[in-house]
């Protein structure tokens, strides 16, 4: 059965290849690339192995002095390594336009941009700017980073001819959200609220995000891909707010889940990121390093041409 799972598939790559699998021998020097939530989890590995690479890596942290310990571990591995920790809370959109404003500033050309931070199964918050936690963090501050680094990025791509490329780290759970998809009129409602429910629409964002960019991205004719990817279950902090749940995939994930480890988690956002296979390609969903068909609503047009337009609104400040 387990043998299933170690089957190379189209691109070479399986749910048991690694981060460092996917990316052997594949030199980025040169390249930049942001990391969100890299503190910890796939984040943290995500980042290591870009920097294993060759790539200058960009910590975007909300605690910089853990953000700082996983830098000293990489370098310790690897004192090559180019890394930098700059602080990011993806819920608050005063702490993502100082980061963006402050990384622009550095004059550093932006080729990769992985939106991988995330939470999961919070009970029903609103963020500092009143809107509601799960799909803030998740969705619209991603939404609203990708926007103040988008000009760099085109800039990047036009002067050095390298393909920008951004990947959106979302979930299979983008299937189960919410009757409807998203809850334009009641995204800050608790009435109705579910927590799993809320997480599946964040990472329905997520998908309708980096299709709706990849489409707009496509009709300027801008060398930058926009992909999004499910990395599979592991158990990392993001269950921290389901301590059953946590338990639960922790003891049988391997046998219910198709458990995977972190170094196997990061791998498809690494894929992405790295490998001249998917060079050209935008648009698209992955899963185990493999291109797959998400759900319907993630494939609906009109649906992320009208999440654009409300994250538009939503980010705004009059």
């Not at 200058?56 to 000293?72: A, Q």
């Not at 622009?104 to 992985?114: G, K, R, T, V």
Request: glycine share 8%; proline share 2%; with cysteine.
């Amino acid at each position: 059965m387990f043998g299933l799972f170690k089957r190379k598939e189209p691109s070479g790559f399986s749910y048991s290849s690694t981060a460092e699998d996917v990316t052997h021998g594949i030199d980025g020097t040169g390249l930049t690339a942001i990391v969100t939530g890299a503190s910890a989890g796939i984040g943290a590995e995500t980042a290591r192995v870009l920097a294993l690479r060759g790539v200058h890596v960009i910590m975007g942290v909300r605690n910089t002095s853990t953000g700082e310990k996983v830098k000293e571990t990489i370098i310790k591995e690897a004192s090559s390594s180019k890394i930098d920790v700059m602080e990011l809370d993806l819920g608050l959109k005063a702490s993502i336009r100082k980061f963006a404003s402050e990384f622009n500033s550095l004059s550093l050309p932006l080729n990769i941009l992985i939106n991988n931070a995330g939470i999961m199964g919070t009970p029903f918050t609103l963020s500092q700017d009143g809107i509601e936690l799960q799909f803030a963090t998740n969705h619209i501050g991603h939404f609203l980073l990708t926007n103040l680094l988008l000009e760099n990025m085109k800039n990047a791509a036009h002067k050095s001819h390298i393909e920008g490329r951004i990947v959106n780290v979302s979930s299979d759970a983008h299937a189960r959200s919410y009757r409807g998809g998203i809850r334009f009129d009641k995204i800050n409602d608790k009435s109705g609220y579910n927590s799993f429910f809320a997480y599946g629409q964040s990472k329905l964002a997520n998908v309708l995000h980096a299709n709706e960019l990849s489409r707009r991205l496509m009709e300027e004719e801008v060398a930058i891909t926009a992909n999004s990817v499910h990395p599979g279950i592991i158990v990392t902090n993001i269950l921290r707010h389901q301590r059953f749940l946590n338990c639960i995939v922790a003891n049988l994930g391997k046998f219910i889940f198709r458990l995977k480890n972190v170094q196997q988690g990061a791998a498809t956002t690494c894929y992405i990121a790295l490998h001249p296979q998917v060079s050209g390609v935008s648009g698209k969903f992955f899963i185990d390093n493999n291109e797959a068909t998400p759900s319907s609503q993630a494939r609906d047009v009109d649906l992320a041409k009208k999440l654009w337009d409300f994250s538009l609104s939503l980010v705004h400040d009059s």
